[in-house]
């Protein structure tokens, strides 16, 4: 799929970085974390199997500390949909809640938000791109993830947290 990136002047992405969009038949693929909506991210990853069960708190937060990617309908701007990546620009790539919404399937939009990621300009340095995926091997696989090479070198540690969110002052 081609991709043309257009720098948004004068914008950055949550985490600091130049935002950048394409345009695509009628819709839009942007990193502008203020074109997010959040509502639509929050209703979205209460249907999905991995994250049915977020706190609406921690949602916000996880996606405020995330490269944010939406898809949007040029005519509305509404969102239709979404990922997240977790980066440090340079070597490292996370994405998580991969998301489009029901009505907007079979379009072609899951596979123009991952190419949109994976040629994205400010991740043109990275050398270790991750998912964790239950369902969707062969979308991936069809941008080069694999099941891990070396996985005696990964290690993870999960615990059980109830999440309580920060008191402001």
């Excluded at 004068?10 to 819709?27: A, F, I, N, R, W």
């Excluded at 991740?123 to 080069?144: E, I, M, P, W």
Aim: charged residues 25%.
């Amino acid at each position: 799929m081609n991709i043309e990136y257009k720098c948004i002047e004068g914008k950055k992405d949550s985490l600091g970085m130049p935002c950048y969009e394409s345009q695509h038949d009628t819709v839009v693929v942007s990193t502008d974390a203020s074109r997010t909506d959040m509502d639509f991210v929050e209703r979205s990853l209460k249907l999905s199997y991995w994250a049915g069960t977020r706190p609406k708190e921690l949602v916000r937060r996880t996606w405020s500390h995330s490269l944010q990617f939406g898809i949007y309908e040029q005519s509305s701007g509404t969102q239709i949909a979404m990922m997240r990546v977790l980066t440090d620009y340079g070597h490292y790539a996370h994405c998580f809640d991969v998301w489009v919404d029901p009505e907007h399937r079979g379009k072609g939009y899951s596979k123009l938000l991952m190419s949109f990621y994976m040629n994205y300009p400010e991740l043109k340095d990275v050398n270790r791109f991750q998912l964790t995926t239950s369902d969707a091997h062969t979308l991936y696989g069809q941008y080069g993830f694999a099941q891990l090479k070396e996985p005696e070198k990964f290690m993870e540690m999960k615990r059980h947290v109830v999440f309580k969110p920060s008191v402001a002052k």
